[in-house]
């Protein structure tokens, strides 16, 4: 069962235009939520993050989109860049009932990122 | 310099053998985590550890190994009980008191 769902295998969108990618849930436990950018055979770097408490954070031409009631969340990055070219995983956190998480992580599926000049 | 170093970057193995996977971090990390990604997935966890001498089975552990005696390393062996070996194993960590995970660069395990 996939709690964490990007289902645009891929985007592609033209350098300087916004690129916006998506990630459904279907946990409402879940509480704080992660980007993550991947290059082929390479490990992922942090890109932003947000928690359950807020509906936006913006970090330079990143911006993450949190709907709870829609269980859905979004980053946007504008404007876009060739070197935006990656992988782009969302990841979320889930509380246990006790209130801890051992900051475990379910991750989605990714998203390919293509950036053209 | 801090970061998380995994190696080898590449590795071949015959079907049978155990082998075991290295990662190292000098962030002065607690946790730690190890996930595999196959085409087309998303990253699945295979176990983590908060602190040392303590580590607990994640989602996909069957066939796998792990043992925690230093702070700074958390070894993974994939052993020949994995019916599926052949993949991307990332390790991860992370600090207390915090949620994001830092990676490594990644080996690239195949079972030939």
């Known amino acids: 069962d996939q709690q964490v769902k990007q289902n645009s295998p891929s985007l592609s969108v033209q350098e300087g235009r916004i690129s916006i990618l998506n990630c459904d849930y279907t946990?409402?436990?879940?509480?704080?939520f992660l980007w993550y950018k991947k290059y082929p055979a390479e490990g992922p770097t942090f890109l932003i993050s947000i928690s359950s408490i807020k509906d936006k954070n913006e970090d330079g031409r990143f911006t993450v989109f949190l709907n709870k009631s829609a269980k859905h969340l979004s980053l946007h990055i504008v404007p876009s860049q060739p070197g935006d070219s990656a992988v782009y995983f969302c990841a979320a956190r889930l509380l246990n009932a006790g209130g801890t998480s051992y900051g475990k992580l379910t991750f989605g599926q990714g998203t390919i990122l293509t950036v053209h000049p | 310099d801090g970061g998380i170093t995994q190696s080898p970057k590449y590795l071949f193995r015959k079907e049978g053998q155990n082998v075991t996977l290295s990662c190292e971090q000098n962030l002065n990390h607690d946790a730690m985590y190890w996930y595999r990604q196959d085409p087309g997935q998303g990253l699945r966890l295979i176990y983590y550890?908060?602190?040392?001498?303590?580590?607990q089975k994640g989602d996909i552990a069957e066939g796998y190994s792990v043992s925690r005696e230093k702070k700074e390393s958390f070894p993974l062996t994939v052993t020949s009980a994995q019916k599926n070996p052949t993949a991307f194993y990332l390790c991860?960590?992370?600090?207390?008191?915090?949620?994001?995970?830092?990676f490594g660069p990644g080996t690239r395990l195949t079972v030939l």
């Open positions: 946990n409402s436990m879940f509480d704080y």
């Open positions: 550890s908060q602190i040392v001498n303590d580590f």
């Open positions: 991860a960590s992370r600090r207390q008191g915090t949620d994001t995970q830092y």
